[in-house]
């Protein structure tokens, strides 16, 4: 870099400083908060670093490509585990990428689709790969959990309500258990 690149550097920083500092100023004047350092917009480009899930849709797939497929993964006859207690001891990073709990990629069972959640990476270069051991963690933020299922902190707000409506739904209501329990003691009383 220049010497003159440097000294419009300078001047362009010196600039910004005076500016930020005359609209703190003005801002603190009329009682009102300073603007952010950072716009919206350059903070939301500066979010998203990995690249987003890609879908493969099977009904897109020609006979050739799944021919290729199936001969290039082959069906593997090693018994994988069936529950949990058996799944805890297993190795990490998990090797069964097709286990409902793995990060690595979602099957929908209606179309076949498969979404690849990480794209950029191989299922062994992950830091999490089940979902069941991050579960155990307790509880985190909704910003890390965006972060180990590569979706947005709002993305995983809107499951989290979605997931609590049909946990609610499909509850009893308090007044329905309250209704339960004292027909149960009209029946034991009588």
């Keep these: 870099m220049s010497a003159d690149e440097r000294d419009d550097e300078e001047l362009d920083q010196e600039l910004e400083d005076t500016e930020l500092a005359q609209a703190d100023g003005e801002a603190s004047a009329n009682g009102e908060e300073p603007p952010p350092e ?3 917009k ?6 998203r670093t990995r690249p987003r899930s890609k879908t493969i849709a099977m ?3 020609t006979r050739e490509e799944l021919r290729v497929g ?3 993964y082959p069906p593997v ?5 069936t529950n ?4 805890a001891g297993e190795m990490r990073p998990c090797p069964w ?3 409902k709990h793995h990060l690595y990629l979602d099957i929908n069972p209606e179309t076949g689709s498969i979404k690849i959640n990480f794209p950029d990476l191989e299922p062994w270069e992950l830091k999490n790969t089940c979902a069941l051991d991050v579960a155990e963690k307790g509880g985190i933020t909704l910003e890390e959990v965006g972060e180990i299922m590569n979706l947005t902190r ?5 499951v989290e309500v979605r997931g609590l409506l049909k946990l609610k739904m499909g509850s009893p209501s308090p007044d329905e258990l309250g209704a339960e329990l004292l027909a149960g003691k009209k029946i034991e009383i009588n």
């Design 42 to 47: 350059i903070r939301r480009r500066r979010r």
């Design 59 to 61: 009904k897109r797939l």
């Design 84 to 87: 949990r207690s058996e799944c």
């Design 97 to 99: 990428v097709a286990c």
């Design 70 to 72: 199936a001969a290039m």
């Design 154 to 158: 709002e993305r995983i707000r809107q």
């Design 77 to 81: 006859d090693i018994p994988r585990p």
């Design 38 to 40: 950072l716009s919206r």
